[in-house]
C-alpha cells in the first residue's frame, strides 16, 4: 500500500513559505538558510520552487529518487524540483494542458542546471522505445552542443549561459516526446571580442584549441597556443575543474547524435577559426594626402589564412577594412576609416559572425529535433533565462536582460492571480480583493511605443544628426522626466538633483526588484549593432557556404537601403512572441538562488541572499500567493490527516469528507474566519491556524503513540503471558500425566500381584473343590457303577445263558485268526522260499491257498523291483529258456542253476581269436562245440559264435571261419528230450547256406544256445521266430540225404556223456545215458 505523506511531516524549518509565520525578509532568509544548512536545497512558495545552488552534488537525483516522486501529488512530499517536473508533465498528459517551466535567478544561481534535471526528469518518467529514446537524446545532447558555444566562463559562473534559452519540447497524446524547437535570447556577442577580467571567451575557442587533434589544427591553420589569439584572454585561459579537450569530444559526439554532417562540423569549426585569425588582424594608420589618417592592415598573414579558410579574396576584405561605401540619395561614396574605426569593423565582423553562426546552430538543431509527426502536440517549454542583473556598471544588455524579467514578473504576477482567482471561482469561494504590486507601469515605461525607453533609444538611434549616448540620455530626460520609476539627475526640475549616487551619465530606473543604475554609454552604439555594408558584402562573397549563409544581407542583388532593426527593436518583438507564448500556458516556477559568491558548498551569504530574494519579489511572491487564503488542501486529505483531533472523525469518519472537515473544525474551536469552505478544498487563511492544528496533531500523534505503545506492550505481555499459560498447561499436563503413569504403573503391579495371589487362591479352592468333586463324582460313579452292575447283573442274569455261546464263539474265532496270522509272520521274503505253514483249520482252506499266492506274488514283486536292467536280462533269458524247455528237455533242470555266461571263451581277451573277433560282429555267444561228423557221428570240437546276424563255426586253433550262416536262413532248431546236449540247425531250403547241409552240433551249453538263438529269433523284427522241435526223432539234411537222428535211452557205458553212431545211411543213433 502507498503511504499517505506529506509536505509537513519532518519538516525543516517550513517547507512551503506560504506557511511562514511571521512573513518578512528575515524570517524567509532564516527558513532559507535553516533548511540549506539540513540540505534542503527546495523549498516551495506554493507551486513555486525556491533552489538554492549547492555547489555539490547531493543524493538527491538517484533515480530511486525519480521514482519516488514519480506519480505523487505535490504537496506529498518534501519540496523537490521533481515535484514540479512532475506535476507539469502529468498535467501536460494527464489533463492536456500545455505547460512552462520558468527558470530565472541570476548567474550562477543554478537555472541551467535546473533545466537539464527537469529533462532528464521528464525523459526518465515518460515512455520508452527505440524512436523515443533517440528523440529524448537528441533533445539531451542539445545541451553540451549549444553550451560549448553560448556559455562562458564568468566571475560568477564557471559555465555562464552567456544567452536566454527556451525550449519547447513536444509531446504526442501518450505523453511521449516527439521533438523540440529551441528560441534562443541576445547572445552576449560582445565577449567574441573583450572579456572582462577573470573571465573567458566562449568555451568553443579552448575545447577547439585543447581538443582537436593536430591535424584539424592545421587545416584550420590554428595554433594550440592560446597566447597567440588577441580575443582570447590569457589569464584565466585554463579553468579548474574544466576538461577543455575532454569537452570537446563530447561537443562534437553531441554534434553528432544531434545530426550535424561531417561537413556542416568542419565548416562550423572553420568560421570558429575564422573568428580567431580575424581577432589577430592589426591595423596600422597611413596619412593621406587629405590629412586624415587611413587604416592599412598591419601583418597580413592572419588576413591571408582567414582569407583561404573562407574562400575570400583577401584585397575584398583588405578594402572593406580600410574604406566604408555610404549611400545618401541614390548616390554611392566611399569614405576611408581610421584605424580606430578598422577595429570597430573588424570586432563588429567578429561579433556578427559569432553571434549569426550562434543562431544558425541553433536553426539547425532544430531541424534536427523538430517533431516529425504533424498530429497536434502537447507542449512543455523550459525558460532558461537570465535573472535580474544589478551590476555596479550596468549598461545596454543589463538593461535588456532586467526588462526581460520584469515582463516575467507581470506574467508571473497576472497568471498567479488568476489561478488563484480562478481556484476561487473554482471552488465557489468569495473573491477578496488582493494588494500586490503591479509591474505593468515599469513594463510600459520601457517598451511603450510612443514613449518607452526602448522606442526612444530606436528614435534616436534612425535619428539623422549626430547621435550620441548623452543625445539620448537628454531625450530621456525630457520625455520620462515625470515617470516615478524614472530617476535622472539631468532632469530639471529633478528631485534627484542633489543625489550623488546618480551620475550625470546615468539613469536609474526603479524596477520591482530594486533601483539599477545605468550608464547610457554604448547604447546608440549596442543597439544600432552596426556592421558596414562592405564587410557583409564581403563576406557573401566567399566561397565558403555557410559563411554566405550567414550574410544574406551582403548579396548585390538585394540592397536594402532600409536599416536593420535594432538590437533593442528585435528584443523586444522576441520577447513579445515569448511572452505570449507563455501566456497560453501553465506556468510552472522555479527560481534559483546562489548562496553565496564563492561558487563554493556550505556558504550562506545572507545579504547576497537577501540580495536575490529581493529582486526575485519572492517575499511578494508569497503575500500574493498568501493575499487570500493562505493554505488549501483537500478535504479528503484534510480529513485524514486531523482526523485524530476529533473524536466524531476518529478514527473513521463516515460520510462525505467536507462534512467530516466541518465537523473537525468546529469541534477544534478554529474560529470561522480563518477558514473557508470551497467545493471540494478547505482554504486556511492563517498559516498560524495550520500550526495550531499541526502542532495539536503532533501532540496527538504522540498520544496515539503511546496509545498504541501501551495497546502494543499490552498485547505483547499478554501474548507472552498467553504462551507461558499455555507452556505451564502442556508441562503440568505432561508431569500429571508422567506422574499418573507411574503411580498407575505401581498400582497396576500392585493390583496383578494381589490378583495372582487372590486368583491362585481362588483356583488353589476350586481346584480343591473339584478334585473333592471328582473324587466324589468317582466314587459315585464307582459306586453307581457297582450299583448298576448290581443291577444290570441281576437284571441280565436270566437273559446271559442264551447269549454266551455267541459271545464265546466269536471271540474264540478272533483269538483263533490272531493266532494264525502271528503264525504266517514266520515265513521269508524270498520267492525261492516254498515254505508256507501247514493249515491250522480245516474251515481257513481256500483263504489259506489264496493267501499264499498273494503273499508270493507280493514277494516276487518286491524282489523284482530290486533288479537292475541287465540282471532283468538274464532272468528274462533264463525265463524264456524255461517257457521253452520246462518239462520238455531232460537236461533243462540242471541248467537252471547255471549262470548264462555267453562268451565262454572270452573272445576278447584270447589273442588267438583276435583275427575271429575282427571278423564278426559284436558275439553274443562263444562256446567250444563238437560238429558230429556225418559220416561216422563221431564229434569234432569246434568255436560256435552267435551274433544278432549269424552264427559261425571256426576250427579251435586257428580260429578260421568254417561256416558262417545269417540267421535267417536258419529255419528250425532240433534237440532231444534226453539230457543230452545235442542240437541241430536246420537251414532254410533253397538258402544259400543250404547247401552245406543242416548242422549237427553238441555242447555243453546247449540250453542257453538254443534260448539265445531263440531270442534273437523273438527280438528280431524282420525274421521269423526259429522253431525249437523237442523230440526225440527229426530228420537232419546232410547235402542229398535225409538223415533221422534218434535218441534211445542207454547204458552208461560210455560214462556220462552221450554217443553219437551211424547206423545206416539214413539212422544216426545217439545213446543217452539213462538218468
Ligand atoms: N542542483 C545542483 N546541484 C549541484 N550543483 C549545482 C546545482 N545547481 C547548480 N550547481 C552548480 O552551480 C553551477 C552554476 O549553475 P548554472 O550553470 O546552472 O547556473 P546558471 O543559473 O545557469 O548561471 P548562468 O546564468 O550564468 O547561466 C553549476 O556549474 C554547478 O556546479
Ligand atoms: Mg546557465
Not at 539531451?140 to 549549444?146: A, T
Not at 547247401?995 to 531270442?1015: A, P, Q, R, V
Request: charged letters at 25%; hydrophobic letters at 35%.
Amino acid at each position: 500500500m502507498e503511504v499517505k505523506t506529506s509536505l509537513l511531516d519532518n519538516m525543516i524549518g517550513v517547507g512551503d513559505m506560504v506557511l511562514l509565520e511571521p512573513l518578512n525578509e528575515d524570517s524567509f532568509i532564516v527558513n532559507l538558510r535553516n533548511r540549506f544548512d539540513h540540505n534542503e536545497i527546495y523549498t516551495y512558495i506554493g507551486s513555486v520552487v525556491i533552489s538554492m545552488n549547492p555547489y555539490r552534488s547531493l543524493p538527491i537525483y538517484t533515480p530511486q529518487k525519480v521514482e519516488e516522486y514519480r506519480n505523487r501529488n505535490f504537496y506529498e512530499l518534501s519540496p523537490h524540483i521533481y515535484a514540479l517536473a512532475d506535476e507539469a508533465y502529468r498535467s501536460l498528459r494527464d489533463q492536456d494542458k500545455d505547460q512552462c517551466i520558468l527558470i530565472t535567478g541570476e548567474s550562477g544561481a543554478g537555472k541551467t542546471e535546473a533545466s537539464k534535471l527537469v529533462m532528464s526528469y521528464v525523459a526518465a518518467v515518460c515512455g520508452k522505445g527505440q524512436e523515443v529514446n533517440k528523440v529524448k537524446e537528441q533533445l539531451l545532447q542539445s545541451n553540451p552542443v549549444l553550451e560549448a558555444f553560448g556559455n562562458a566562463k564568468t566571475m560568477r559562473n564557471d559555465n555562464s549561459s552567456r544567452f536566454g534559452k527556451y525550449m519547447d519540447i513536444e509531446f504526442d497524446f501518450k505523453g511521449d516526446p516527439l521533438g523540440g524547437v529551441i528560441s534562443n535570447y541576445l547572445l552576449e556577442k560582445s565577449r567574441v571580442c573583450k572579456q572582462p577580467r577573470g573571465e573567458r571567451n566562449f568555451h568553443i575557442f579552448y575545447q577547439l584549441l585543447s581538443g582537436a587533434s593536430d591535424d584539424t589544427l592545421m587545416k584550420l591553420k590554428l595554433d594550440r597556443d592560446f597566447s597567440k589569439y588577441n580575443y582570447l584572454s590569457l589569464d584565466s585561459a585554463n579553468v579548474n575543474g574544466l576538461d577543455d579537450a575532454a569537452s570537446f569530444r563530447t561537443v562534437r559526439n553531441a554534434m553528432q547524435i544531434v545530426g550535424f554532417m561531417e561537413a556542416e562540423v568542419q565548416s562550423v569549426l572553420e568560421l570558429v577559426a575564422a573568428i580567431l585569425k580575424l581577432g589577430n588582424i592589426e591595423f596600422k594608420p597611413e596619412s593621406r594626402v587629405n590629412g586624415f589618417d587611413e587604416s592599412r592592415v598591419k601583418d597580413k598573414n592572419d588576413l591571408k589564412e582567414m582569407c583561404e579558410l573562407l574562400g575570400i579574396e583577401q584585397s575584398v576584405l583588405e578594402r572593406a577594412f580600410s574604406y566604408r561605401t555610404v549611400e545618401a540619395k541614390m548616390e554611392k561614396m566611399s569614405t576611408t576609416l581610421n584605424v580606430a574605426q578598422a577595429y570597430y569593423a573588424r570586432d563588429a565582423l567578429a561579433k556578427n559572425l559569432y553571434s549569426r553562426l550562434f543562431s544558425w546552430l541553433v536553426t539547425r538543431i532544430n531541424e534536427s529535433i523538430k517533431a516529425q509527426a504533424k498530429t497536434r502536440h502537447k507542449v512543455m517549454g523550459v525558460l532558461d533565462i537570465y535573472g535580474f542583473e544589478i551590476f555596479e556598471d550596468n549598461s545596454f544588455e543589463q538593461f535588456i536582460i532586467n526588462y526581460c524579467n520584469e515582463k516575467l514578473q507581470q506574467i508571473f504576477i497576472e497568471l498567479t492571480l488568476r489561478e488563484e482567482q480562478e481556484e476561487y471561482i473554482r471552488e465557489d469561494i468569495e473573491w477578496t480583493n488582493i494588494e500586490y504590486f503591479n509591474n505593468a507601469v515599469i513594463c510600459d515605461l520601457i517598451e511603450n511605443n510612443q514613449n518607452g525607453i526602448l522606442a526612444m533609444l530606436d528614435e534616436e538611434c534612425l535619428r539623422p544628426g549626430t547621435v550620441t549616448d548623452d543625445t539620448f540620455l537628454d531625450k530621456l530626460n525630457t520625455i520620462c522626466a515625470e515617470h516615478q520609476h524614472f530617476e535622472s539627475r539631468l532632469n530639471k526640475n529633478s528631485k534627484f538633483l542633489t543625489d550623488h549616487s546618480l551620475p550625470h551619465s546615468c539613469f536609474r530606473i526603479q524596477h520591482y526588484a530594486g533601483k539599477v543604475l545605468y550608464r547610457v554609454e554604448g547604447f546608440v552604439d549596442k543597439n544600432n549593432d552596426l556592421l558596414y555594408r562592405d564587410l557583409s558584402q564581403a563576406m557573401y562573397k566567399a566561397t565558403h557556404s555557410l559563411m554566405r549563409q550567414l550574410f544574406p544581407e551582403g548579396n548585390p542583388a538585394k540592397v536594402n537601403l532600409k536599416r536593420p532593426p535594432t538590437a533593442g527593436f528585435q528584443f523586444k518583438a522576441s520577447v513579445g512572441v515569448l511572452m505570449k507564448n507563455l501566456q497560453t500556458k501553465n506556468p510552472n516556477y522555479i527560481r534559483c538562488i546562489k548562496p553565496n559568491d564563492k561558487k563554493v558548498a556550505h556558504i550562506f551569504t545572507d545579504s547576497l541572499v537577501c540580495h536575490q530574494v529581493r529582486y526575485l519579489g519572492l517575499v511578494e511572491n508569497v503575500r500574493v500567493r498568501r493575499a487570500g487564503y493562505a493554505f488549501r488542501q483537500p478535504y479528503e486529505s484534510c480529513l485524514e490527516r486531523y482526523k485524530m483531533l476529533c473524536k466524531k472523525t476518529w478514527p473513521q469518519w463516515r460520510g462525505p469528507a467536507r462534512d467530516g472537515v466541518v465537523v473537525l473544525l468546529t469541534d477544534c474551536s478554529v474560529p470561522t474566519e480563518e477558514f473557508a469552505y470551497g467545493r471540494s478544498k478547505i482554504f486556511i487563511r492563517n498559516p498560524r491556524t495550520l500550526f495550531t492544528l499541526e502542532e495539536r496533531r503532533r501532540a496527538c500523534l504522540e498520544d496515539l503513540a503511546t496509545l498504541i505503545q501501551k495497546i502494543y506492550r499490552g498485547w505483547k505481555s499478554r501474548t507472552h503471558f498467553l504462551l507461558l499459560k499455555k507452556s505451564q498447561v502442556v508441562v503440568a499436563a505432561w508431569y500429571r500425566r508422567y506422574a499418573q503413569q507411574n503411580k498407575y504403573q505401581k498400582i497396576k503391579s500392585a493390583t496383578l500381584v494381589m490378583q495372582s495371589f487372590i486368583r491362585g487362591w481362588k483356583a488353589r479352592n476350586i481346584l480343591r473343590q473339584l478334585k473333592y468333586e471328582k473324587r466324589c463324582k468317582e466314587a459315585v460313579t464307582t459306586i453307581a457303577a457297582y450299583w448298576h452292575g448290581t443291577q444290570v447283573r441281576r437284571e441280565y442274569r436270566k437273559f446271559f445263558r442264551a447269549n454266551a455261546g455267541k459271545k464265546i464263539y466269536d471271540f474264540t474265532i478272533q483269538r483263533i485268526m490272531q493266532k494264525y496270522f502271528l503264525g504266517l509272520k514266520t515265513t521269508t521274503m524270498s520267492p525261492m522260499d516254498n515254505t508256507w505253514p501247514a493249515k491250522p483249520y480245516g474251515f481257513l482252506e481256500g483263504a489259506h491257498t489264496q493267501l499264499r499266492r498273494i503273499f508270493h506274488l507280493w514277494r516276487c514283486k518286491k524282489y523284482r523291483g530290486q533288479f537292475t536292467e541287465e540282471k532283468k536280462a538274464v532272468y528274462e533269458e533264463k525265463l524264456e529258456a524255461s517257457e521253452i524247455f520246462k518239462d520238455k528237455k531232460a537236461l533243462y533242470p540242471s541248467s537252471v542253476s547255471q549262470p548264462f555266461k555267453g562268451d565262454y571263451l572270452e573272445i576278447q581277451k584270447n589273442p588267438k581269436y583276435q583275427k575271429l573277433n575282427s571278423a564278426v560282429e559284436e558275439v553274443l555267444l562263444a562256446d567250444l562245440v563238437n560238429k558230429i561228423n556225418r559220416a561216422n557221428g563221431k564229434g569234432s570240437p569246434r568255436l560256435f559264435l552267435l551274433t544278432k546276424s549269424n552264427f559261425v563255426l571256426a576250427d579251435q586253433k586257428t580260429g578260421q571261419v568254417k561256416a558262417s550262416v545269417p540267421l535267417p536262413d536258419l529255419a528250425s532248431v532240433s534237440v532231444s528230450t534226453q539230457s543230452d546236449g545235442f542240437f541241430a540247425l536246420k537251414l532254410k531250403e533253397g538258402s544259400a547256406s543250404a547247401s552245406k547241409g543242416d548242422f549237427l552240433l553238441s555242447s555243453e551249453h546247449l540250453i542257453e544256445i538254443i534260448t539265445k538263438l531263440h531270442h534273437i529269433g523273438t527280438t528280431a523284427a524282420d525274421r521269423d521266430q526259429i522253431n525249437i522241435d523237442i523230440s526225440d526223432e527229426f530228420l537232419v539234411q546232410f547235402k542229398q540225404d535225409k538223415v533221422c537222428v534218434k535218441f534211445i535211452q542207454g547204458g552208461p557205458k560210455n560214462g556220462n556223456s552221450a554217443a553219437c553212431k551211424r547206423k545206416n545211411n539214413r539212422l544216426l543213433e545217439v545213446s543217452v545215458p539213462s538218468p
